[in-house]
């Protein structure tokens, strides 16, 4: 057995299957779950029909560099999204279809870590589990880049010590952040881009939320068009990872893409070929629809707004929260301990959260998602609504005065 595996930490569902295990909630009320962070608005029919229109291509084996026609449409996307200047992004040797981005956010370790010198990966804090066990697996020591509300939920790149940086060979950044829905602003991503010349690592920007922001508010900035900003056309030492599962509400579709750096495409590309998780033609063909198409996407932030609204309506005044700059999370300060908080609402309120200390780990004895709690406003508004009314209700009828640790 790989003696790397005994490292992993369980996940955090896991963690919270054990913390609820024994609770009978009320049986009146039915269960509302805001603790995964899946996407429930409907997959826009096209992307079906795509599917069943192309399972004639079952017979083929699919190529893992993708199809011509899917990397284009990807491109194409960039391009437009991001203002990238017209024929920077090359479909033919800078973008490589995945299946999604969870696969491809811990290949792409596995891929360029060289365990031979007792590397570091960088990582916010709280954080999406794959990329500590990416940096497990390759054989990397985590390095945790606490996020707080003191530093705007963003990575403070100026605290970090030289020597950390030296041993660095890869930073993940998650932009919009997952869980509190921070966008990192273009200055801090050339900031991170100038780093990572100084110090040769390289920078895996994990983009998959870009897409929810406030319905006609300001899109996020991402980790290409901070490098074309400064005349970087080449995207050295960048990959960005995008996903159709927020976007586009597929998340049964498994599909996302890895683009930048065609030195570093190139060598993943290799990689992926031995690893055999080529894209069936049918996602593909799915895939390349979805990309080309933004009217789903405008009305799928329409939908998430109205629930922001609604729901922040509802508990702005009873608990320590505000709407996320991005994303689809709520990350609220909770009175007392997250976990006994999050215990206390399956119990007496039937609806589960997640605990910040579930998303994040203990640096020199300060845990950042301890407090917190992350409530996932994926279910049907009315669904969100109610879980807010329960929470409120819950909170109101707590007999102590509401203390924040």
Not at 233 to 243: G, I, K, N
């Amino acid at each position: 057995m790989n003696p790397d595996m005994a490292r992993l930490q369980p996940y955090p569902f896991e963690r919270l299957a054990k913390l609820f295990s024994g609770i009978t909630p009320p049986a009146a009320l039915q269960e509302i779950s805001l603790s995964i962070g899946e996407p429930r608005h409907a997959t826009p029919g096209f992307i079906a029909e795509e599917v069943i229109t192309h399972l004639h291509g079952l017979s083929n084996y699919p190529l893992t560099r993708g199809a011509a026609g899917l990397r284009t449409a990807i491109a194409g996307w960039l391009t437009r999204r991001f203002a990238l200047p017209a024929g920077s992004l090359d479909p033919e040797t800078m973008v490589l279809p995945a299946n999604g981005t969870r696969e491809a956010l811990f290949a792409f370790a596995q891929c360029i870590i060289d365990r031979s010198r007792a590397p570091l990966v960088a990582m916010p804090n709280p954080f999406y589990q794959i990329y500590e066990g990416a940096a497990l697996l390759a054989g990397a020591k985590p390095y945790f880049l606490n996020t707080t509300r003191a530093t705007g939920y963003r990575p403070d790149l100026d605290g970090v010590a030289r020597q950390v940086w030296q041993r660095c060979q890869l930073v993940y950044v998650c932009s919009p952040g997952n869980p509190a829905g921070a966008v990192m602003p273009i200055e801090q991503l050339q900031q991170l881009i100038r780093l990572a010349d100084e110090y040769d690592f390289i920078i895996a920007a994990d983009e998959c939320y870009s897409e929810i922001y406030p319905d006609g508010g300001t899109p996020p900035a991402g980790l290409l068009a901070a490098a074309a900003d400064m005349g970087r056309t080449d995207f050295h030492r960048c990959m960005v990872f995008h996903s159709l599962s927020k976007r586009s509400n597929a998340p049964g579709l498994r599909s996302g893409f890895v683009a930048g750096d065609a030195a570093l495409i190139a060598q993943f590309l290799r990689y992926r070929t031995y690893h055999g998780c080529a894209m069936p033609p049918a996602t593909q063909a799915a895939s390349r629809r979805a990309w080309e198409d933004e009217q789903h996407v405008i009305e799928n932030r329409r939908l998430y707004t109205r629930k922001f609204t609604e729901v922040l309506g509802i508990l702005a005044p009873v608990l320590d929260v505000q709407a996320p700059a991005a994303g689809f999370y709520l990350w609220a300060r909770t009175p007392g301990d997250d976990t006994a908080f999050a215990r206390g609402l399956r119990a007496q309120c039937n609806v589960s959260v997640l605990p910040g200390s579930f998303l994040s780990r203990p640096v020199a004895g300060f845990d950042p998602g301890r407090g917190y709690v992350r409530l996932a406003l994926v279910a049907p508004l009315e669904d969100c609504c109610e879980a807010a009314q329960r929470i409120k209700a819950y909170l109101l009828a707590r007999q102590e005065p509401v203390r924040y640790n």
